[in-house]
């Protein structure tokens, strides 16, 4: 019996004879790193027990395991040998990217840095690539990094680029134009590697939809991105929901996940909790361990091979 917040699935319409094979299910999630949730987010209407790791590491094992995802892309993550020792034995293999200069590392008793990951199931594919990178901001390194793998698909042989960012938190103008050029160089760094295969950029934009990093992601030149949860109509209202103290109640939709739409079609998204669920203290909480809800969407193949030109 699950103590955490229902979650239930939407579908997508779509042309099942434009579509091939089985759905690739994939995970998008800021996981709330450990050092950060309980010594630097003031998430003063938490119960501190819902905080603690011993608490937190199951919610956050069954959040990733329960709708039994085929990638998992995850940011904020500074218990990566735990996670991957624990994924290990549903037969998933990750990898991991560290943030330059964590601000865990400056907090007492930290786990290391926090970064970037992604696990795979490994019976279901070879890795063939993986690469990773700071990005930049007008061509200086900034804290925050990207992680990329090219995967194969065992069965069907058709390969397969995830990659996942965290951008650079906080508001203002400037922190605005820092991220739009973030995801510049981002999908520079992802068109570098993808080729011309069907490519799935998952992360923790810090963006709201009317930011210029969105629009540079749904109008980017190297092919074609759509934003998964778009498709219900609207991105959602909410992928973050929090109180912190001194800053208050903070709702807004900053996690995404774009899909270069030519070569794969959504079939499924999960919805995000009702408010009802969350509860007045929103999360995390003890029955939700981060302060950003997961995504997740089904992805299948498109089955025309015109390439994008
Ligand atoms: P970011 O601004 O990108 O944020 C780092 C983390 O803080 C994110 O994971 C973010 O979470 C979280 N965060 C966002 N808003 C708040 C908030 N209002 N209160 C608490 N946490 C929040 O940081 P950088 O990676 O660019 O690193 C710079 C930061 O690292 C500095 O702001 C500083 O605090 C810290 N630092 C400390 C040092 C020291 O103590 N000596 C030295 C160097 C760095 P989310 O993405 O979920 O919003
Ligand atoms: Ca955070």
Redesign the pocket.
């Known amino acids: 019996n699950s103590q955490l917040i229902k979650r239930t699935f939407s579908s997508i319409p779509h042309d099942q004879d434009g579509v091939e094979g089985n759905p690739v299910r994939v995970l998008q999630w800021?996981v709330l790193?450990q050092a950060?949730g309980q010594n630097?987010?003031?998430f003063d209407n938490c119960p501190l027990e819902a905080l603690e790791w011993k608490h937190r590491r199951c919610h956050m094992l069954e959040e990733i395991l329960r709708h039994n995802p085929d990638i998992i892309c995850l940011q904020?993550v500074d218990h990566f040998d735990f996670l991957s020792r624990a994924l290990a034995t549903q037969s998933y293999s990750g990898l991991f990217v560290p943030?330059p200069?964590?601000?865990c590392v400056?907090i007492n008793d930290n786990n290391g840095p926090?970064g970037c990951a992604i696990f795979y199931k490994n019976d279901k594919f070879d890795l063939l690539e993986k690469h990773d990178k700071v990005l930049q901001v007008w061509t200086v390194h900034s804290?925050?990094v990207s992680l990329l793998l090219v995967l194969k698909d065992k069965n069907t042989q058709k390969e397969l680029c995830v990659s996942t960012t965290?951008l650079?938190?906080?508001k203002g103008a400037l922190l605005s134009t820092l991220r739009n050029e973030q995801g510049k160089d981002l999908l520079q760094f992802i068109s570098s590697h993808a080729a011309d295969r069907p490519t799935i950029i998952c992360g923790?934009f810090?963006a709201e939809p009317t930011e210029p990093v969105y629009s540079t992601m749904c109008s980017c030149s190297y092919f074609p991105l759509e934003s998964a949860y778009k498709l219900s109509g609207s991105e959602p209202l909410y992928t973050?929901w929090k109180i912190?103290g001194g800053?208050g109640e903070v709702m807004h939709t900053i996690d995404y996940m774009f899909y270069t739409k030519h070569k794969l079609t959504v079939s499924n998204i999960l919805d995000m909790p009702k408010e009802i669920d969350i509860g007045v203290n929103r999360v995390p909480s003890m029955t939700y361990p981060s302060?950003?809800f997961s995504l997740i969407s089904d992805f299948y193949f498109n089955n025309n091979t015109t390439n994008f030109c």
């Open positions: 800021n790193s950060l630097n987010d003031r904020e943030k200069d964590s601000p400056y926090d804290n925050q965290h650079k938190a906080r923790d810090n973050s912190r800053e302060d950003h």
